[in-house]
């Protein structure tokens, strides 16, 4: 049986609807990815922007060296300079006030712009940290011997012997050792040793070294 010439645009009809069915079908799925897309990145850009302006808006004031600076150096009020720093990047118990850094002895070298903590200077922080003790105080000596001084290093036990006038004594027993600063350029004899002595103590040799030969013997 033939098929008529209205079956055969009928079929064609159908055809033709069907296929712009499935092309609005295809630009509607598009459309939807698409929107769907930008509504994702709005919403990434809306979480970021309040991280991102609440981080950069949070910095503290730090003191910095404002030049490289040698250990056993006597902080002048040239010698720091502060600067405000993200607050993720501040090193913990950084020094913030001058006031606070002037006249101290610096522990250990710190170069151009590093920030300074407690533990850059040579007073309590540091020879609780060293010693594990809250009732010491640190004593800076320049030991005769400088073949024993090279022999130290920090929370090595010591004793400290004074001499004068050819006798010897004992100025203090298991002195821990805080930090030591070599001597600079050919220089003998000039190597500073900081210990950590009991407060008493200490004040009894930092008095016996104005007058008295002091080194070391290791325990």
Same mark, same amino acid.
């Not at 490289?68 to 300079?81: A, F, K, M, Q, S």
């Given at each position: $049986?033939?098929?008529?010439? @209205?079956?055969?645009?009928?079929?064609?009809?159908?055809?033709?609807?069907?296929?712009?069915? $499935?092309?609005?079908?295809?630009? !509607?799925?598009?459309?939807?990815? !698409?929107?769907?897309?930008?509504?994702?990145?709005?919403?990434?850009?809306?979480?970021?922007?309040?991280?991102?302006?609440? +981080?950069?808006?949070? +910095?503290?004031?730090? *003191?910095? @060296?404002?030049? %490289?600076?040698?250990?056993?150096?006597?902080?002048?009020?040239?010698?720091?300079?502060?600067?405000?720093?993200?607050?993720?990047?501040?090193?913990?118990?950084?020094?913030?006030?001058?006031?606070?850094? +002037? =006249?101290?002895?610096?522990? !250990?070298? /710190?170069?151009? =712009?590093?920030? *300074?903590?407690? *533990?850059?200077?040579? #007073?309590?922080?540091?020879?609780?940290?060293? +010693?594990?003790?809250?009732?010491?105080? @640190?004593?800076?000596?320049?030991?005769? #011997?400088?073949?024993?001084?090279?022999?130290?290093?920090?929370?090595? !036990?010591? %004793?400290?012997? =004074?001499?004068?006038?050819?006798?010897?004594?004992?100025? /203090?027993?298991?002195?821990?050792?805080? @930090?030591?600063?070599?001597?600079?350029?050919?220089?003998? =004899?000039?190597?500073?040793?900081?210990?950590?002595?009991?407060?008493?103590?200490?004040? %009894?040799?930092? /008095?016996?070294?104005?007058?008295?030969?002091?080194? $070391?013997?290791?325990?």
């Amino acid at each position: $049986m033939r098929e008529s010439t @209205a079956d055969r645009r009928l079929r064609r009809g159908a055809r033709e609807r069907l296929r712009e069915t $499935m092309r609005m079908r295809g630009r !509607r799925i598009v459309l939807l990815r !698409r929107a769907l897309a930008a509504v994702l990145l709005l919403m990434a850009g809306w979480y970021a922007l309040p991280a991102h302006s609440g +981080t950069a808006s949070r +910095t503290k004031t730090v *003191l910095t @060296a404002s030049r %490289d600076l040698t250990p056993g150096t006597r902080v002048g009020p040239r010698d720091v300079t502060t600067v405000r720093m993200p607050e993720r990047l501040v090193p913990d118990r950084a020094l913030r006030q001058r006031e606070r850094v +002037t =006249g101290e002895v610096l522990a !250990r070298a /710190a170069r151009r =712009g590093e920030p *300074l903590t407690d *533990l850059s200077l040579l #007073d309590d922080p540091l020879t609780e940290l060293t +010693t594990g003790g809250e009732t010491e105080a @640190a004593v800076a000596i320049r030991p005769a #011997d400088e073949a024993v001084a090279e022999l130290l290093h920090p929370g090595l !036990r010591v %004793d400290i012997v =004074g001499g004068r006038s050819g006798n010897t004594r004992i100025l /203090a027993e298991r002195a821990t050792v805080v @930090a030591v600063h070599p001597s600079e350029g050919d220089a003998e =004899g000039d190597t500073l040793v900081v210990v950590g002595l009991e407060r008493r103590r200490a004040a %009894d040799v930092a /008095a016996a070294t104005l007058h008295e030969s002091v080194t $070391m013997t290791l325990r």
